[in-house]
């Protein structure tokens, strides 16, 4: 009957739309991740040509603590718990994959979300369609 198929619809649509909602959480994640590692990058670059030998070590949980360098080698975790001495350089490789894997999902998501968004205008014409049609 006409309006199962009205309540298929809006069914339809509010499935796409919580859709949309969860994806767009999930780009604005990707978009916070990617403007971190970027400033990371920035801190690291700073640090690497800074002729200071005292620097502000997180504690973790927004506590610092004056430190000195006695190296500008870093201890760089590589995942499993594994800790690796890398120069400067080397982080800022790795810093550039994540940036790199990072762009890439981003691309991946905001056109799954183009096509979620087209998705629902067309669910949306449909259901206009069909209201136009009944009066």
């Given amino acids: 009957s006409e ?3 009205d309540a298929e619809l809006i069914y339809k649509a509010q499935a796409v739309q919580k859709e949309i909602q969860e994806m767009e959480g999930h780009a604005n994640l990707i978009e916070r991740e990617l403007g971190e590692l970027h400033q990371f990058k920035k ?3 700073s640090l690497e040509k800074s002729p200071h030998r005292e620097v502000l ?3 973790g949980k927004g506590v610092f603590m004056k430190t000195e360098m006695k190296e500008k ?3 760089v975790e590589v995942g499993a718990g ?3 001495k890398k120069t400067p350089s080397q982080t800022r490789e790795v810093i550039d994959s994540q940036i790199k894997k990072i762009s890439e999902a981003r691309l991946h998501t905001l ?3 183009e096509l979620y ?3 629902l205008q067309q669910l949306v014409r449909s259901i206009q369609e069909q209201q136009t049609q009944k009066e």
Avoid: G, Y
């Fill in 82 to 84: 594994v800790i690796v």
């Fill in 117 to 119: 968004h087209q998705a």
């Fill in 43 to 45: 801190d690291l670059e």
């Fill in 73 to 75: 080698e870093l201890f």
């Fill in 57 to 59: 070590s997180s504690l």
């Fill in 3 to 5: 309006e199962e198929m």
């Fill in 111 to 113: 056109s799954r979300l």
